[in-house]
Structure formats: structure tokens, C-alpha cells
């Protein structure tokens, strides 16, 4: 059951590496039904914020409530997450990954593959290993959109892929997203076009939190596109 | 139970293009075994080449039950497993499970080919003994490799799991796991041994009814007290293995 009105309550959360302090108190207050863009350059923290939500990595101090609760088992069926890393099984055909993954979740909604697929000009019978980094991006996205699972967790969805793949995956979370039911957070280092899917942003450098809001209310105070914003906070 | 018939499934699919080589080579060994009969072989001799293979499978099986969890780290794969809302044993239990079905297929194919191309040859050796007899205590036998090839399967998923949680000199970490987990769960035999007296010891003889072959044994028993201790071991060793996987196990790039 979906507890509380926020979807993702992030407490004075710090997390070390050896050698390095990847987070350094992060807070954060993520409402229901936004898409957050959780932006940053690279070795920001914003894989091992998304890593600490899912439950792949633990905090060393700090807590986490994903709707108001802690990460567990059971907050992984809440959550979707795309990995920024190749995570599909190379030797799996596009539909046997789609088949494999669907066992494991009830908020699984068969009927949106064949759209989705023709939408993300994906075959059913091609092997994973064939596919090229954009259409395997595109088959990860797949993955979370044909469910509607409560929190969305992106991992840099747009790196190192093609400009027509990332134009499909934009054009695919716009469309798909449920604002009334689902909550996203998109980790990237690049905003440019995709600042448009943002209703609001953190900007997280060095493991801290640098600016946080809404991406309008940003805009008007800053009078700078959230692109412009980040070229002059990373400059 | 369709969640851990699906990972089990995933791992009999990842291992089938080994498998099926394995196979291969296991009949082609027994073709060529076949032939050195034919060209003035001794019997005996071909006995022993035959049995070959099951010897192989012992570094095989310690190979697979630590690479069914490597390669899911190598290939980035962990990333899936380790976010679906499955509990910990689910996936070391589908990987132990899978490599139980591995074996007993590897066994069907060297006994079975064996049968198949040498077949005379196994009926000259035992004459003596009814083919009940030998399937009785064949499925002993295989029992009780299973049994071993859990526990192998067992400890080698902890040591593996327990070096991925250090940064670094993760192979010295999972060597003295296992060293240090076979020494613990022997103690706990020894430790619990007076616990389990009681339990009557095993009359072996019996058991494989070695008497239906003409072998009189007056006594040779299994002391199950000692053992009973070591098994506890080996599954409290199995829950904490799938406890770490879950909750403690981190994956970083």
C-alpha cells in the first residue's frame, strides 16, 4: 500500500567510498506525480543517490523513506529502475527479456508491449547482443513503461546514445508517464532538450545538493532556461 | 513460486550452450572409448577411461557454482537480479537448484552413453549383479552427490558473495571464507555431536543390501551424530548467504 503524500523523503543521507564521500548529507522532498531531473557532472552522486533509493547500495548514515518506507524488498516492487550500465541479459531475445521481467512485477501491464515495442521500433525476436546501445536504452525504457510502477528511477537514460534514440525516449516518457499515478526522477549531466520533461530539479555537485526547486518557479527567479542554469552552476 | 521458477528457468537457459557442449564431448569421448575396445582394449581399462568424465565434474561443478554468480557481476546482469522484489534465497536457491539439474543431466548422458555404446561391456563387468539392484543404489548414490554438490554449491556462494562486499583483494577474501566457514561448520559437528547421540547410526550394509551380491559384511555402519551438526552448518550458512545478497551486497561500477 502507498503511503504519505510524498513519494521519496531523502534525510541528511551521506555515503563514502574508500577515498572519496560520494554524498555529504543529502535532503530531499520528492511529491507525488512529478518528474524530478536529478542533474549533475559526472561524480556528482547521482547514481549512488538512485543506487541508495533502490536498495543496491547502503548509506552509511541517513534515511530513506520511499513513500514511507524504508528501502526493503518490498519498495523494490514500488520501483522502477533503469540502470545508467548494459544490466539485460545478452542471450535473451527482446521478448524473452520482456517475458523475464514481467514475472516479477504486479503492476505489469501486458497489453502496452506491442505498442510500446512499435513505438520504440523494437523487434520481439532479436537477440539483446544485437542490439545497439540506443535500442537496448530503448528496451530498457520498455521495461518501466509497461509498468506503472508508483516511483520511476532513470539513471542517465540519455548517455551515450544516438540523437533519434534519445528523441524516442523523451517522446516515450512524456507519453507514458502518469502524472496521477507515478512519480520520476532522470539523472543526467546533460539537460539541453530534455529540460521540458521537468517539473522540478536538484542539482547535486560533489555530493551536496547545490539548488533545488521547481523548474518553473527556477526560470522565472533566474530568468535562464535549466540549461543555461547548469552551464553557469558546473561552469 | 512462478518467480523462482522463472530465475531457475533463466539459469537452465544461461547454461545450456555449455551444457550441450559438455554433452557432445562426453559422447564422443565414450565413441572413442568404443573403439579402443574394439581395437583390442581390456575390459577393465575401459572401465576405468568411461568413469573419466565423472571425475572432470568435480573441478566442473566448483567452476560452475562460483561462475553462475561471476558472470552475472561480469556481465552487469546483477544490476537486474539484484532490484527485483525477490527474496535472497530465491536466487541462490534457483542457482544451486540449476546446477542440480546440470548435473543430473551431465550423469544421464555418461551413464546413459555409456549404456548406449558400451553396454556389453557394463554387462560382462557386473553379472552378478540384478539391474534392480544397481538402479536401487545407484539413486542412492546419487542422492547422496547431491547432498555433497549442495554443500559445495553452498559455500562457494558465500565466500563469493562475502568478497564482493570488500573493495578490494576480493580472491584472498572468498579463499579464506571457505576456509574459515568449512572450519566453523566442522566444529559445529563436534560441538553438536553429543546433542545428536541418540540418532541411531546407519547400517550401510543394509542399506545397499550388499548381501543381494554375495558381499557379507557383519557391520558397517554411518554415524549420523558427528554429521548432523555440519548439515545445520551448511544451512545456516545458506540463509546468511541469501540474507547478505539481499540486504548487505553492494554494486558499484
Known sequence: MIQGSQALVVRDLRKKYPGTEALK????TLPKGEICGLLGPNGS???TLLKCVIGLLQADSGTIEIFGQKPSRHTKAQIAFVPEIDNLYRWMTVQETIDFISTFYEDWEPQRVPDLLDFMRLEPEKRVSSLSKGMRARLKLILTLARTAPLVLLDE???GIDPSSRDRIVEGIVREFKSEEQTMIISTHAV??????????VFLDEGTVNLQGNAEDLRVRYRKSINDLFKEVFA | MSKFLRLLRKDLEASRWPLGILSGLILLFMLFVR?????????ESAIIT???PLMFFVPWFVWQSFQTLRSEWKEDTVYTLLVLPVPGWYITLAKLVGLFVEYTILLAVTLGGASLILGRVFLEFTPTAPI???IRNGLIVYLISLGILASVVIFIQLAFVVSKMVGRFQGLVALWVLILTNWLVGQMGMLLEPVF???PPIPLERVFRLDQVGLELQRFDYHLAPKIGTWLGTILLFILTAWLMERYVEIND
Open chain 1, 192 to 201: 539541453g532538450d530534455t529540460e521540458q520533461l521537468f517539473d522540478s530539479v
Open chain 2, 50 to 52: 568411461v568413469a573419466l
Open chain 2, 132 to 134: 534392480a539392484w544397481i
Open chain 1, 25 to 28: 548529507g543529502i535532503d530531499l
Open chain 2, 35 to 43: 573403439y579402443k575396445i574394439s581395437a583390442g582394449w581390456a575390459l
Open chain 2, 197 to 199: 547421540r541418540w540418532v
Open chain 1, 45 to 47: 552522486g547521482k547514481s
Open chain 1, 157 to 159: 537514460p540519455f548517455s
